[in-house]
């Protein structure tokens, strides 16, 4: 499974846009990118996911470089609700997800 | 979406013993998934649950361990056998709605193994 790296964690202020950043060099041409996030005391819940053009959704946004190798994840206006561990997971055709370490984002009010 | 729902939510048990926790999804699915999240680590993926058929193990996870059961599109079980304090962990399970391209998670089951 190709591999993701993120960093351990970041900071925001609330109503501020946050670029969640995530690198996949070796991602395949079959592969997606999925986004998850874990609030505290719960299970992960979907964000987004693509292939190769960028996709919005009512969460958030997701970009993705042309060469395919690193994306961001965007949040429009952070809130305090959003602080969660974000998961950036490429997911080929075994839908198997294999979570990373993840980043840590703290929003400060 | 999907309503996953767990049983049990959280559970203290004896070294020694085994326990089964219960996964039930209101929808029909395709993919089943069972997930371990030790304390303050990420989650790693147990194994995938299939209908009428043994589950297929993750690297690192045997049978004997963690059985698992998926009698029908909407029902599955994963059993922790023999436990020891290091099988102390959130377990979750996971599905994969038809025509959905993610993943919905259960609210987890807590175990501490004593």
């Known amino acids: 499974d190709a591999k993701t790296t993120q960093p351990n964690s970041m900071e925001s202020n609330e109503e501020e846009p946050v670029h969640l950043p995530c690198n996949h060099s070796t991602i395949s041409g079959t592969d997606y990118i999925h986004w998850y996030r874990q609030l505290p005391s719960q299970g992960p819940e979907y964000v987004i996911h693509?292939?190769?053009s960028n996709v919005n959704n009512r969460m958030a946004s997701l970009a993705i470089a042309e060469d395919r190798k690193s994306s961001t994840l965007i949040l429009h206006r952070a809130t305090l609700r959003d602080a969660a561990v974000y998961y950036c997971i490429l997911g080929g055709a075994t839908n198997k997800l294999i979570f990373g370490t993840g980043t840590l984002l703290a929003v400060q009010p | 979406s999907a309503v996953i729902s767990q049983k049990p939510s959280r559970d203290i048990c004896q070294r020694g013993t085994s326990l089964t926790i219960q996964c039930q999804v209101d929808?029909?699915?395709?993919?089943m998934f069972w997930y371990r999240q030790q304390p303050g680590q990420s989650l790693t993926l147990i194994a995938t649950?299939?209908?009428?058929?043994?589950?297929?193990?993750e690297s690192g996870f045997v049978i004997d361990k963690f059985p698992i059961s998926r009698p029908n599109l909407t029902f599955s079980t994963l059993t922790v056998s023999n436990m020891s304090p290091e099988d102390s962990s959130i377990y979750l399970c996971?599905?994969?709605?038809?025509?959905?391209?993610?993943?919905?998670f259960g609210p987890g089951t807590r175990l501490t193994v004593l």
């Open positions: 996971s599905v994969e709605v038809v025509g959905h391209g993610e993943q919905f």
């Open positions: 649950a299939n209908q009428g058929s043994e589950a297929t193990y």
């Open positions: 693509g292939l190769t």
């Open positions: 929808s029909q699915v395709t993919m």
